[in-house]
């Protein structure tokens, strides 16, 4: 199967937030367990959902540390809160509430963060999310998705109405390419073959996702046919695809708009290692480094070499 970029005439399908309280709305009906909270973000974006169901959205203010402490309390009442902001804020920030209150307990509470990566270029390392995966994954208990489109998030929100238990959703900002063309089966723990190849492995997750597809098709060009698997489920991750990519390619490449330490190119490292397959290995991502460029996400990424036409020089060499 290949998966190629797609346009879409509804301007909301382009922006993940969008998709996402979308879907949130979608889920909201079937179950008056779903309740809403936010960190004073989001005017606007949110007014239908709170016309819809009054009493289940709550604007906290700029509090998302005491945002995820009540959340924690409704989610032992019964409710089950989805909590909103900006992802620094709505993890890093809120880290040890995230730990003592959802993920020892098992609280249904699902974490959802904006702006992964480098979406709040221009405001710095303050805004900039290239460490939240790494921090949140090593919490027992606590799933890790980061979908690609906004037909991945969509998905991966019904997904997360089914679960029961605490869950981080990481999000782009605005204007994510629809890459699948149409409604994404996804389960929890699962990955999404966007192109099959032999001669090497493309494992994305998030916002490089589409730029991951843009590489397979600038490769395959060159006579080079590369599996993409688009990995919206960090933790759990997709043991079984990751493997056969392994054996069946000799080459796994891993790129996300977060930091090469601890995020899905290192959780892919750490099973390939114990199983023992061999294979070449490259991760690319965000160095272990802050950034002291002033840019947007399009200028970070190709200062990182993550351009789709420096990815695919890269490859391209290793192969």
């Known amino acids: 199967m290949t998966t190629t970029l797609h346009a879409h005439s509804s301007s909301w399908r382009r922006r993940l937030r969008n998709a996402f309280i979308n879907a949130l709305t979608e889920i909201a009906a079937q179950d008056d367990k779903i309740v809403f909270l936010t960190a004073d973000l989001g005017y606007k974006l949110f007014d ?24 924690s309390g409704l989610a032992l009442e019964g409710l089950r809160p989805f909590v909103y902001s900006i992802v620094p804020f709505a993890t890093m920030r809120c880290f040890e509430q995230i730990r003592n209150d959802l993920a020892y307990h098992h609280a249904d509470v699902k974490v959802v963060g904006v702006g992964g990566g480098y979406s709040y270029g221009h405001n710095g390392p303050t805004h900039h999310a290239i460490e939240d995966v790494a921090v949140l994954r090593a919490l027992p208990n606590l799933v890790v998705l980061s979908p690609g489109d906004p037909r991945e998030t969509e998905a991966c929100v019904h997904a997360l109405g089914k679960y029961r238990g605490p869950a981080y959703l990481r999000l782009g900002r605005a204007g994510e390419p629809v890459v699948h063309s149409g409604p994404v089966k996804f389960e929890i723990g699962k990955s999404l073959l966007l192109r099959d190849g ?19 098709e600038l490769l395959a060009a060159q006579g080079k046919n590369c599996r993409v698997l688009s990995m919206p489920s960090i933790k759990p991750l997709d043991f079984a695809a990751i493997e056969s990519a392994a054996r069946d390619t000799g080459c796994v490449v891993t790129l996300e708009e977060h930091s090469i330490i601890g995020g899905l190119g290192s959780a892919v490292a750490e099973h390939l290692l114990e199983t023992g397959i061999k294979t070449k290995f490259k991760r690319f991502g965000a160095k272990d480094a802050f950034s002291h460029i002033c840019g947007d996400q399009a200028y970070h990424r ?17 192969l």
């Open 198 to 216: 032999g001669d090497a492995a493309l494992l994305a997750s998030g916002s490089l996702v589409a730029t991951a597809a843009q590489v397979g």
């Open 48 to 71: 239908d959902f709170a016309r819809r169901y009054p009493g289940r959205f709550m604007n906290v203010g700029v509090a998302e540390a005491n945002m995820v402490g009540v959340s």
């Open 302 to 318: 190709a200062a990182l070499g993550l351009t789709p036409d420096q990815l695919a020089a890269s490859i391209g060499a290793m």
